[in-house]
């Protein structure tokens, strides 16, 4: 017979909470996104190098703006592809 | 005087003596134009993300330098990377306070990667945010 502690655990008590969302550059005081930190900018691209919307990343307005340049700078110098299959 | 870096991709098919040679003929131009050359960065060959002019790699160079406001010395430059073959790619940014200031840091070496940012990667494909690598960049 399963006891009670053993049922708390069959399901994961993390599914349906509300991850707190914010902007990594503001909470950590980031002023300056480089645009050769390419182990830094695959935060914000999805694996077919895309980038990705504030909705998912967190970022405020000022800050994604920032990333979409530094991202697009990266993708002329070929650091990181315009298109991309399984980047990660 | 305004602060600008340069970003350029030279041919590797090239020897290394005329890599560099070619690099230090655009350092000695912008020197020449009385510009205040900062730091140069020679980051090695490196592989492109997608071929170039059918090169699969490029020898990477980083320069800052200070020219004077109105000079038209940058758009030589520009216009000398163009017609030369053997570059690949150039970027010119204008630095402001914040990017001369990261510069600064990262040149002293505050910004060493960790290990941690393997890690941090394959979370981040699953939309994640986290911080401890972000603990690295808040130095700066």
Request: with cysteine; hydrophobic share 35%.
């Amino acid at each position: 017979m399963a006891t009670r502690e053993d049922i708390k655990f069959l399901s994961n008590p993390k599914i349906g909470q509300k991850r707190n969302k914010y902007c990594r550059f503001r909470r950590f005081g980031i002023k300056s996104i480089d645009y050769t930190d390419v182990d830094f900018l695959m935060n914000f691209i999805n694996d077919q190098g895309k980038i990705l919307p504030r909705r998912l990343t967190g970022n405020s307005l000022k800050y994604q703006r920032k990333v979409a340049t530094a991202v697009k700078r990266a993708r002329h110098l070929a650091l990181l592809p315009y298109v991309a299959d399984n980047m990660k | 005087m305004r602060q600008y870096e340069t970003t350029f991709i030279i041919d590797p098919t090239l020897s290394g003596d005329e890599i560099g040679q070619t690099a230090q003929m655009y350092v000695d131009f912008l020197k020449k134009e009385g510009c205040e050359i900062i730091h140069l960065d020679e980051k090695g060959i490196m592989q492109l993300a997608y071929p170039i002019n059918k090169r699969t790699s490029g020898a990477y160079f980083w320069l800052e330098y200070k020219a004077a406001i109105g000079s038209d010395a940058i758009s030589q430059m520009e216009l000398a990377f163009r017609r030369d073959d053997n570059v690949l790619r150039y970027l010119t940014v204008k630095v402001d306070k914040n990017r001369a200031q990261y510069n600064i840091d990262k040149r002293a070496g505050k910004f060493a990667k960790k290990a941690e940012t393997t890690e941090e990667t394959t979370e981040n494909s699953e939309n994640k945010t986290t911080k401890p690598s972000k603990e690295a960049k808040v130095e700066g």
